[in-house]
């Protein structure tokens, strides 16, 4: 049994991954840069470090990312932080898994009080032991430093004693660098193939699918 599991939250436990795209679609118009919000979508799972970069040309990025980053951050917690849900299965899946014996740890390119947020919509607060934020992290995914903390915060296990599960190819590309096997989730809305690619050794449908799933995991079985 792999024992140490640590947890992306949009898009792996929480269905949020729209909700972020449309923040910052219209963040960047009020910036009077129109980007669609399907290309914004694409970009998801990376923190704002990562994804502004993208569409924000550099002169302007450091004229003006941190007030962009402000406003995108206080216009999701103010107009969309109230739609966000939990995707099925999610505390029934953190009960069992904490009943097998599991520690349960997240990472997360949110900022703190995001991520105690999150743990409450998601009704896992009891459940979780260990919770890391943009704080921790110099940078964010598809780079390893979240994950990164969180394996410091969890005692450096053993090679083998700790995997990640996500729904995006940055939680994958940023596990891999630091070491880790990952598991996908199809439920952030991107292609299986996709997930492959980037580093998934198993991939499930959503939370409630890696329940239903459990006995014959890679969280029981370990991974190849």
């Given amino acids: ?15 949020s991954v729209d909700l ?8 960047f118009r009020a910036f009077g840069i129109d980007v669609p919000e399907g290309e914004i979508r694409s970009q998801i799972g990376k923190g ?9 040309p550099r002169d302007r990025l450091e004229r003006e990312g941190e007030a962009i980053e402000t406003f995108r951050s206080d216009l999701f917690k103010r107009e969309y932080l109230s739609k966000v849900r939990p995707l099925p299965g999610v505390r029934a899946l953190f009960e069992r898994l904490k009943a097998e014996g599991h520690v349960l740890a997240l ?7 995001e991520v105690e947020r999150y743990q409450e919509i998601a009704g896992i607060r009891d459940l979780v032991d260990v919770a890391t934020n943009s704080d921790e992290a110099e940078r964010s ?3 390893p430093d979240i994950f990164e903390a969180a394996l410091a915060r969890l005692g450096h296990p053993p090679r083998g004693q ?14 891999v660098k630091a070491g880790l096997p990952v598991i996908g989730v199809l439920c952030g ?15 499930y449908r959503d939370p409630q699918d890696l329940l239903d799933g459990y006995d ?6 370990g991974l190849p």
Avoid at 48 to 56: A, E, K, N
Avoid at 189 to 203: K, Q
Avoid at 216 to 221: E, Q, W, Y
């Fill in 107 to 113: 990472a997360s390119s949110g900022k703190a009080e």
């Fill in 48 to 56: 704002g470090d990562q994804l502004m970069p993208v569409f924000v």
């Fill in 1 to 15: 049994m792999i024992r140490n599991l640590i947890f992306d939250i949009d898009g792996t436990l929480l269905d």
């Fill in 20 to 27: 972020h795209a449309a923040a910052w679609a219209e963040a």
């Fill in 162 to 175: 700790a995997v990640v599960i996500g729904d995006s190819p940055y939680d994958a590309e940023a596990a």
């Fill in 141 to 143: 995914k598809p780079h």
């Fill in 189 to 203: 809305g991107f292609p299986e193939a996709g997930l492959s690619e980037a580093g998934c050794g198993a991939i």
């Fill in 216 to 221: 014959s995991s890679p969280l029981r079985r």
